[in-house]
Structures are given as C-alpha cells and as structure tokens.
C-alpha cells in the first residue's frame, strides 16, 4: 500500500511538468497558422458533460468588419479526452464550424467571409461532452 501511496505522489508532481500550458498550446497553434495573422484566442478547459444534461460550451462575443474573411482554428491539448470543436454564431444561428455533423468530419479550421459588420459569437465544446482543454484561434485572413 505505501508503494501504491508514493507512486500516485510521484506521478502527481511529475505530470504536470510534461502537460501543456494554454499559453504553450496558443504558442503551437499559432506557429500553424499560414497565410493569415493572429488577432485573438479562446482558452478553453471544459469538465465532462453530467448525465441528461447540455454538453458544456464556452461562449465568448466578438466584434468582426463586414468585408473581411477571418479564419477560426482549434488545437486539442495532448492531454485531452475530447476533439475540440468551434462554431461561429450570428444573430440566425450557425454560420461556420470546424466540424461537420452530416459526414462527421472534423477540420483543423474553417475560413469564414463576414458581409455584415456587428457582433458574433464563438462557441467551444467538446464531441460527445468529453472533457478536454483547448485553444481556438481567431486571425484575419484578408479584406474582401
């Protein structure tokens, strides 16, 4: 039983040193981004979903420019139980995702042309309320 006791000890100071910071992951995940420039991040650390009730979701607001292509990335912690997905509301609901419910394919990013300036929203979750840590990645692209 004491071995037992000094394994678990040993293991819960070591690990963290491996695990990757959200700082790191925004690091990584920027160095991914070609052909467009860093303007914003998400954070995001989400538990698992309870039982008969809604998969947690990070909401975050943003203000995007009419005439602009942005592009919306997502990067999965390594340590994380669930694949990261980030869709972009407007004020009539989804316009854009990195995950596609028809085919259930799942995209690094997705580019998305704004024609309207006003406020948006970006909601984070996690497939099947998994719980996960991630990063998504707001850059601009170009002016339409």
Do not use: W
Request: with cysteine.
């Amino acid at each position: 039983m004491r071995r037992f006791a000094i394994l678990i000890f040993t293991i819960a100071l070591i690990a963290p040193a491996f695990s990757q910071t959200t700082e790191q992951l925004v690091e990584i995940c920027t160095a991914q981004l070609t052909g467009a420039t860093y303007l914003q991040d998400f954070q995001v650390q989400l538990g698992v979903a309870e039982p008969g009730k809604p998969v947690p979701v990070a909401k975050y607001s943003i203000l995007l420019s009419q005439k602009t292509q942005y592009r919306f990335s997502i990067c999965n912690a390594d340590h994380s139980q669930g694949k990261a997905i980030i869709q972009l509301f407007d004020g009539r609901g989804l316009i854009g995702s990195n995950y596609s419910a028809a085919s259930g394919k799942d995209f690094p990013s997705f580019d998305i042309q704004i024609q309207k300036t006003g406020v948006y929203h970006v909601f984070i979750s996690f497939q099947d309320g998994k719980p996960g840590t991630a990063v998504g990645i707001m850059s601009f692209v170009k002016r339409l």
